[in-house]
């Protein structure tokens, strides 16, 4: 290994980035591995600029690219800013505008740790070997106690959320491979030897991830990337005529050799994964809701399936950008904001159990929360790095210098196809290797002009500007850190019926940078819960209208709230809180029987069965269908007792119910009239 290679600086921020944080992962958070990792980068960052601030001798030059590029980026958090005036909850959206703050920062200053450094490649990529052997321990980990369990011949059915390395689910994991490509591409063609082979194994063991997660997102972004990049090697191509080196017969027989594995490989995990039978269901399913669009709208077994979440996500999010055109809902409202447009079409989600946290498109997640003008500066984002890299092996002859762009435009291009059905913008350490791959791109920029050296004052602006916006979101990391492990422990303390400890716990988690957990659930609202099962409706009703002010449509939320006053004694704000959840979810099963029951509290017997009439019967839970026979026979007695009133005294109707009622028979009866008022009638004197 060359001196030059030892670089210690470069060594360790190498270390920290692929060793260090593929590593650290806190199993007892929700998400294990994102606060954690902001605070190991935020926090770095924070003190490396403390110290250049007292090296005053160190010189900060950039470049025209940089500057410009520098110069989006600052325009991006100022509008980020402007679009957090609309948000809900002040601190959850300067907690997302820290994240991206700091993610930006750690561009600029990658930039200037690797400019002039010839070897940074060199080093980059070989510590990405590691980063794959650490991400793919911890999901053999995973795997292998599933295998013992259901046999290596079915893999399919071992691969499911569980299966996420040391990163929150199989489709970051994925992300991830997918985005380490570029580094082991580079190093694949610029090594020899021993290295040469280990960067062979690392390519085969990461595309053997990616075929075995079956992530379909992951597959698309290689398979076009690849293309586009062949395209942009074809380009560099006309500009001068390459020698191709000599092939000694020992690197052709390692070439063989290795294409022959993974050839075998690749046989073996697509027969096995089900990568055919996966991708031949989505394109039925896809061609059935194009058939059939009255699906979307319909309650069914059908639904159960990605595609519908996905289209249902993008319909309403369309929806929201219309009635937001110009500055968006405000960041982090859109979690917030969507079921207001309408969520049902399964079983599942008619329960109120499902929250949904992104539209699974991060182009329309962007436009809905920061208008046309933020999706503009987020596509400018990608455009300006892919235009250095055009320009650039379109200028070069060096060889080397044009596959290292190629394989940086990879990424690049992966990423924004990735984003188009997948989420990778919230995923912070995928967002972190995109933001290496930027400070690498401009670090190779060819300007025409020569570079710059930052000024005294601007250095000194500079850094302190990255100081405090690293520093506060070191501080916010910590708390939303502290948040997820307190959230873990409330929901033990509500599975256990230990509602005094769901109170310590959500007093402890609860902050100004994390008033909601993930799914958007507001900690108020678990404190009123414990408060309510405590016998304590007063505060339970405080808390849980303090919850709809942070998520005014969560339907848990409203419909918590509306018991909370039904208890009080207030019908009428009940049924109006029922209603609202309704709005969003009118097959939502727990409100249709809440309300039907307060309709029936307050006489208004023809509105509680219409209500309860609402109730979709397929796959509801036992406790619900109790509930439904329970509420249904006692609206029917009153209904039945209102319909025989005109013929019959009140002696003779009481003994005509009474066998009837006990033996639920009035359901029977009812359901073989198909709730027909009339046919209900006679089948009731028919006896």
């Given amino acids: 290994m060359s001196k030059r290679f030892l ?38 960052i924070a003190l490396l600029c403390l110290a250049i601030l007292f090296k005053p001798k160190f010189k900060l030059k950039y470049s025209q690219s940089f500057k410009q590029f520098g110069f989006l980026l600052l325009i991006s958090i100022v509008w980020m800013c402007v679009s957090a005036l609309q948000s809900l909850n002040a601190g959850d959206a300067l907690w997302e505008i820290l994240r991206i703050s700091t993610l ?31 991400f793919s321990v911890y999901a053999m980990l995973q795997l292998i106690p599933v295998w013992q369990k259901t046999g290596l011949s079915d893999i399919a059915s071992s ?115 089900g990568f055919f039978t996966t991708f031949k269901n989505k394109s039925e399913t896809v061609l059935q809701y194009i058939d059939h669009p009255e699906l979307i709208d319909s309650t069914s077994s059908i639904n159960n399936n990605s595609v519908f979440e996905r289209v249902l996500l993008w319909r309403n999010t369309l929806r929201m950008i219309k009635d937001h055109k110009l500055l968006g809902v405000g960041i982090n409202n859109w ?104 400070a690498l791109i401009l670090s190779l920029a060819k300007d025409d002009k020569a570079s710059s050296t930052v000024s005294n004052r601007m250095k000194l602006l500079f850094l302190f500007l990255c100081i405090i916006i690293t520093s506060v979101g070191s501080a916010a990391a910590w708390y939303r850190l502290n948040g997820e492990l307190h959230t873990k422990e409330i929901l033990r303390a509500q599975f256990a019926k230990n509602f005094a400890r769901m109170l310590r716990e959500a007093d402890k988690a609860e902050s100004l940078f994390y008033p909601l957990d993930y799914t958007g659930t507001p900690i108020r609202w678990y404190k009123g819960m414990a408060y309510f099962y405590s016998g304590n409706i007063p505060e339970a009703v405080r808390l849980y209208e303090d919850a709809v002010q942070i998520n005014p449509y969560h339907l848990r939320v409203l419909n918590d709230l509306a018991t909370a006053y039904e208890k009080s004694g207030e019908s009428k704000k009940a049924i109006k809180m029922y209603q609202k959840a309704l709005m969003a979810a ?102």
């Fill in 586 to 687: 009118p097959f939502f099963t727990e409100t249709l029987l809440n309300l039907s029951a307060t309709y029936f509290n307050t006489g208004e017997i023809d509105s509680a069965l219409a209500v309860i009439n609402r109730v979709q019967l397929v796959k509801i839970s036992y406790r619900d269908k109790q509930n439904y026979e329970l509420f249904l026979n006692a609206i029917l007695i009153r209904k039945a007792e209102a319909l025989l009133k005109p013929f019959y005294n009140q002696e003779s109707i009481n003994k005509l119910l009474l066998a009837r009622s006990e033996k639920n028979d009035l359901i029977e009866i009812y359901t073989k009239a198909n709730r027909n008022e009339n046919i209900f009638l006679e089948y009731i004197q028919a006896k």
């Fill in 335 to 438: 979690k917030l904001f969507m079921p207001m447009y309408g969520v049902g079409g399964t079983p599942f989600i008619n329960s109120g159990l499902l929250t949904f946290e992104h539209p699974h498109n991060d182009y329309l997640l962007v436009l809905a929360e920061q208008g046309p003008i933020g999706l503009i500066l987020y596509i400018l984002f990608f455009i300006f790095l892919l235009r250095i890299i055009f320009k650039s092996i379109r200028s070069s002859s060096d060889q080397e210098y044009i596959n290292r762009m190629i394989f940086l435009g990879f990424g690049l291009i992966s990423f924004m196809l990735l984003s188009m059905f997948a989420f990778p913008r919230l995923k912070f350490y995928v967002m972190l290797i995109l933001m290496l791959y930027a």
């Fill in 104 to 134: 930006h920062v750690f561009v600029l200053v990658s930039y200037f740790i690797l400019q002039k450094r010839d070897n940074m490649f060199s080093v980059l990529s070989r510590f990405s070997l590691l980063a794959i052997l650490i």
């Fill in 7 to 44: 670089d210690p600086f470069l060594l360790l921020f190498a270390g920290w980035l692929f060793v260090l944080l593929p590593m650290v992962r806190i199993k007892s958070a929700i998400d294990p591995g994102l606060a954690i990792r902001f605070l190991l980068t935020a926090a770095p």
């Fill in 159 to 273: 691969i499911d959320l569980s299966l996420s390395s040391s990163l929150g689910n199989k489709n970051n994991f994925a992300e991830v491979m997918v985005m380490i490509l570029p580094l082991i591409l580079i190093g694949l063609f610029s090594e020899q030897g021993l290295w040469k082979m280990c960067f062979i194994i690392a390519l085969l063991i990461t595309l053997s991830w990616i075929l075995i997660l079956q992530s379909s997102s992951a597959w698309l972004a290689i398979a076009i990337a690849s293309v586009v990049c062949l395209f942009l090697k074809r380009a560099s191509a006309k500009n001068f005529i390459v020698e191709s080196e000599p092939r000694t017969k020992s690197n052709k027989v390692i070439l063989f050799s290795g294409a022959l594995f993974f050839i075998i490989l690749t046989v073996f995990i697509i027969s096995s994964s």
